[in-house]
């Protein structure tokens, strides 16, 4: 007997399998792809002027030693377009990264169609809760990114919409690598200013790329308070941001609740923010409009110098906690849902508590009057709680040296600090938003940006050393 004829219902059960599953392939890819909006697209293209700058209409990049400045201005689909062209070799990187990042842990192509169909049929209608203005300038820049190298992954939009939400994606997951983020603050009386100081950490485990060549956006919306934000190429959001009134936010991964496969992206729900509030219950009422996707904790910061962290928990109401003269927050709940069996696996096998303490005896030892020179000592500290010296790298130090950036926000005088890479041992460079907001700024003809010096690890070779052990 021949080996078909011995093997014939095993191989035609094969056939009907690869024959369905293809068949399901076809028909999530139907009935979950998403249809591009139509947008008036601006003329032109993007010019490069000199070395250090590029030109799009109204907008403009401008390369400022390590960091990338960004100028959009205009209705959000001008906006969206500009953003793609004029950052089309970044984004084109970042996003090979993160999918070359996908192709290594699921290194099964099979596996790989199967894991994307489902995440495809989940969140196919995660676009119904982006804002008309959100959804066209995505469909701006989907229209921008041409040529698109990854059309074969989704279409351009399509994916677009998908990597918008990828923080409240990545979030849903049990390891994800944004449960980490450290954020001090300090009001007017422990600034002795008329406002107060944001320092926060960003760490995110990916490619250090999104550390290397990080953007500073600064958004002049139509009819919105412009506002300046410090994430990447592509992101069409904030997670890190103060606006020209004053109003400071940042983002920290919490973990409770049932994440939504529907809603505002967290990174548009900031944006939002920035885009209309003067004070922080301004921020407070914006945020409880719309449902969280997934557990999150917004930390704001006001022209005034006044603080709140806001827990946010899907299923549950907007949990406000006024923050103290001096205080850190970093991923654990401590409102109504502190006792989520979640956030107590977050509590006892993240390194959030360790974090806290050792920031709240950094807090203890600072002199009355705190300085952005203060702050950025207490983002650096790779000291454990009670003075333990800890291994360079170690999770449990607030500077794991695993930051995309770290940030300080004066919201007195409008300033904003930017970690130069690597991580925050880079230099602090100043960014004056009232003159870099302004609609006549013209950044090539700006001076040299105050800054705050790198960390002497860096300087020293120790920093250099610890990378080439971890090699």
């Known amino acids: 007997m021949t080996f078909l004829a011995r093997h014939r219902r095993k191989l035609w059960a094969l056939c009907v399998l690869a024959a369905a599953l293809t068949a399901a392939h076809v028909g999530v890819g139907l009935s979950a792809r998403l249809e591009t909006?139509?947008?008036?697209?601006?003329?032109?293209?993007?010019?490069?002027?000199?070395?250090?700058?590029?030109?799009?209409?109204?907008?403009?990049?401008?390369?400022?030693?390590?960091?990338?400045?960004?100028?959009?201005?205009?209705?959000?689909?001008?906006?969206?377009?500009?953003?793609?062209?004029l950052l089309y070799p970044e984004m084109v990187e970042n996003e090979g990264i993160l999918l070359a990042r996908f192709r290594q842990q699921v290194p099964s192509t099979p596996l790989r169609g199967l894991l994307l169909d489902l995440a495809e049929l989940r969140y196919r209608h995660v676009a119904r809760a982006m804002s008309p203005?959100?959804?066209?300038?995505?469909a701006a820049g989907s229209l921008g990114f041409r040529p698109d190298p990854y059309s074969d992954v989704f279409p351009t939009y399509q994916r677009f919409v998908y990597l918008n939400a990828l923080y409240d994606i990545a979030l849903s997951f049990e390891h994800s690598p944004l449960i980490g983020c450290t954020?001090?603050?300090?009001?007017?009386?422990?600034?002795?200013?008329?406002?107060?100081?944001?320092?926060?950490?960003?760490?995110?485990?990916?490619?250090?790329?999104?550390?290397?060549?990080?953007?500073?956006f600064f958004v002049r919306e139509n009819g919105k308070i412009p506002f300046a934000s410090v994430a990447w190429p592509g992101l069409v959001g904030v997670v890190s941001g103060m606006n020209a009134e004053g109003v400071a936010v940042v983002v920290h991964g919490a973990r409770a609740g049932s994440p939504r496969a529907e809603g505002e992206p967290v990174v548009h729900e900031l944006r939002r923010v920035l885009s209309s509030a003067k004070s922080l219950e301004d921020a407070e009422r914006m945020l409880a409009e719309n449902p969280p996707m997934v557990s999150h904790i917004v930390i704001v910061t006001d022209g005034t110098g006044r603080s709140a962290a806001i827990e946010r928990v899907p299923g549950s109401a907007d949990f406000i906690r006024p923050l103290e003269s001096?205080?850190?927050?970093?991923?654990?709940?401590?409102?109504?849902?502190?006792?989520?069996?979640?956030?107590?696996?977050?509590?006892?096998?993240?390194?959030t508590l360790a974090r806290r303490a050792r920031g709240q005896e950094l807090l203890a030892a600072l002199p009355p009057r705190v300085s952005v020179a203060d702050a950025v000592a207490c983002l650096r500290d790779r000291t454990g709680a009670q003075g333990r010296n800890l291994?360079?790298?170690?999770?449990?130090?607030?500077?794991?040296?695993?930051?995309?950036?770290?940030?300080?926000?004066?919201?007195?005088?409008?300033v904003l600090w930017v970690s130069e890479s690597p991580h925050l041992l880079g230099r602090f460079v100043a960014f004056d938003l009232t003159t870099m907001l302004a609609a006549d700024y013209a950044p090539e003809s700006s001076e040299a940006p105050r800054f705050i010096e790198a960390d002497p690890l860096l300087t020293s070779g120790e920093y250099q050393r610890f990378r080439k052990s971890r090699r």
């Not at 947008?39 to 030109?55: E, F, I, K, T, Y």
């Not at 203005?133 to 995505?138: F, K, S, V």
């Open 326 to 351: 001096k205080a850190v927050t970093t991923n654990h709940l401590e409102g109504p849902n502190a006792s989520d069996a979640k956030n107590l696996h977050v509590r006892a096998r993240t390194s």
């Open 391 to 414: 291994p360079l790298g170690d999770r449990n130090a607030i500077n794991a040296l695993i930051a995309t950036h770290g940030v300080v926000m004066d919201t007195a005088r409008r």
């Open 133 to 138: 203005e959100r959804r066209a300038e995505i």
């Open 183 to 216: 954020t001090f603050t300090f009001d007017a009386n422990a600034t002795g200013t008329s406002g107060g100081l944001l320092a926060r950490a960003f760490d995110f485990e990916v490619d250090e790329i999104f550390d290397r060549k990080k953007a500073v």
């Open 37 to 85: 909006p139509r947008v008036a697209l601006p003329p032109g293209d993007a010019v490069r002027v000199s070395a250090a700058l590029r030109r799009f209409g109204a907008s403009a990049v401008f390369e400022r030693g390590q960091i990338l400045e960004v100028y959009l201005r205009g209705e959000p689909s001008q906006i969206g377009y500009a953003h793609a062209r």
